[in-house]
T-cell receptor, first 112, second 113 residues
Framework: QKEVEQNSGPLSVPEGAIASLNCTYSDRVSQSFFWYRQYSGKSPELIMSIYSNGDKEDGRFTAQLNKASQYVSLLIRDSQPSDSATYLCAVKVTSGTYKYIFGTGTRLKVLA | EAQVTQNPRYLITVTGKKLTVTCSQNMNHEYMSWYRQDPGLGLRQIYYSMNVEVTDKGDVPEGYKVSRKEKRNFPLILESPSPNQTSLYFC????????????FGPGTRLTVT
């Protein structure tokens, strides 16, 4: 089992809709979770970080964390064509190391 | 401007010819890291460093070396590159010991023939 899993997509949503991206992880003691956006050929850029259970909102983005179920999600409201990118879920491993584990990413397409 | 810089951005080389990819950050971050990104495999951590002279292996360290002699610099060394090291490489930094968001460099596209 992969340590961080994401559906590779593509996830297609119409402009203005809500896009829902999901990520599951296997390390029960992970404490730090991140969503990055990556355009093709570019470097990842941080969208959201979340450290405790519940929701965290920033503009059109909401991250949701459920440590008991070991999943973290990202909601994008009022999706725009410029949101079309690959979204990477990352987990900071805390069990004896200081590694980051990334999922393989979900490709999002927002259709105009 | 706060940033992570990498050089070179593009490199084509031949098998066995030693090369170094430089990485520098101006944010006084303790944590620095190298990743490679391959289609279908995502970002995989090669090495990381929590501070000067403190480095540790990530998930794919074979064939790579790193050093951290200064806080701002974290070069990646390929002593004898092979074609399976053809990839897109990213350097990243984070404050404290990690656990915070990472800031990524622009990437280095390496081709080994």
């Amino acid at each position: 089992q992969k340590e961080v899993e994401q559906n590779s997509g593509p996830l297609s949503v119409p402009e203005g809709a809500i896009a829902s991206l999901n990520c599951t992880y296997s390390d029960r003691v992970s404490q730090s979770f991140f969503w990055y956006r990556q355009y093709s050929g570019k470097s990842p850029e941080l969208i959201m970080s979340i450290y405790s259970n519940g929701d965290k909102e920033d503009g059109r983005f909401t991250a949701q964390l459920n440590k008991a179920s070991q999943y973290v999600s990202l909601l994008i409201r009022d999706s725009q064509p410029s949101d079309s990118a690959t979204y990477l879920c990352a987990v900071k491993v805390t069990s004896g190391t200081y590694k980051y584990i990334f999922g393989t990413g979900t490709r999002l397409k927002v259709l105009a | 401007e706060a940033q992570v810089t990498q050089n070179p951005r593009y490199l084509i080389t031949v098998t066995g010819k030693k090369l170094t990819v430089t990485c520098s950050q101006n944010m006084n971050h303790e944590y620095m890291s190298w990743y490679r990104q391959d289609p279908g495999l995502g970002l995989r951590q090669i090495y990381y460093s929590m501070n000067v002279e403190v480095t540790d292996k990530g998930d794919v360290p074979e064939g790579y070396k790193v050093s951290r002699k200064e806080k701002r610099n974290f070069p990646l060394i390929l002593e004898s590159p092979s074609p399976n090291q053809t990839s897109l490489y990213f350097c990243a930094s984070s404050r404290d010991r990690g656990g915070y968001e990472q800031y990524f460099g622009p990437g280095t596209r390496l081709t080994v023939t």
